[in-house]
């Protein structure tokens, strides 16, 4: 089993930026990609970046790319999402996921990943 927890969101000003964290505990996620996904009001959830075991390959979804960036400290089994240059339509919870089935570079879907956290809340305002 393992445990995922997000942290560092908030409300923020359309241009500002904001630094998401999810630690993870149980079990070791160091071997395997993760992802962040969101979903905004109304809207299904979302692929917004993943990140292969080592680090080494990052994948973005086009609407975030240039503005947030992906990384992991697999020391302290903890992914980050550095968000910058925030946009209203940034707006929306934001989960982290690990795919224990694969040791890879991190899908962009949804349903690949196993594990998920309980989101954690961003709100931009223009």
């Known amino acids: 089993q393992v445990q995922l927890v997000e942290s560092g969101g908030g409300f923020v000003q359309a241009g500002e930026s904001l630094r998401l964290s999810c630690a993870a505990s149980?079990?070791?996620?160091?071997?395997?990609?993760m992802g962040w996904f969101r979903q905004a009001p109304g809207k299904e959830r979302e692929f917004v970046a993943a990140?292969?075991?080592?680090?080494?390959?990052?994948t973005y979804a086009d609407s975030v790319k240039g503005r947030l960036t992906i990384s992991r400290d697999n020391a302290k089994n903890t992914v980050y999402l550095q968000m910058n240059s925030l946009k209203p339509e940034d707006t929306a919870v934001y989960y982290c996921?690990?795919?224990?089935?694969?040791?890879?570079?991190?899908?962009?879907?949804?349903?690949?990943?196993?594990?998920w956290g309980q989101g954690t809340q961003v709100t931009v305002s223009s």
């Open positions: 996921a690990v795919d224990t089935h694969r040791y890879g570079i991190g899908s962009i879907v949804e349903s690949e990943y196993d594990y």
């Open positions: 149980g079990r070791t996620v160091s071997r395997y990609p």
């Open positions: 990140i292969s075991w080592s680090g080494g390959t990052t």
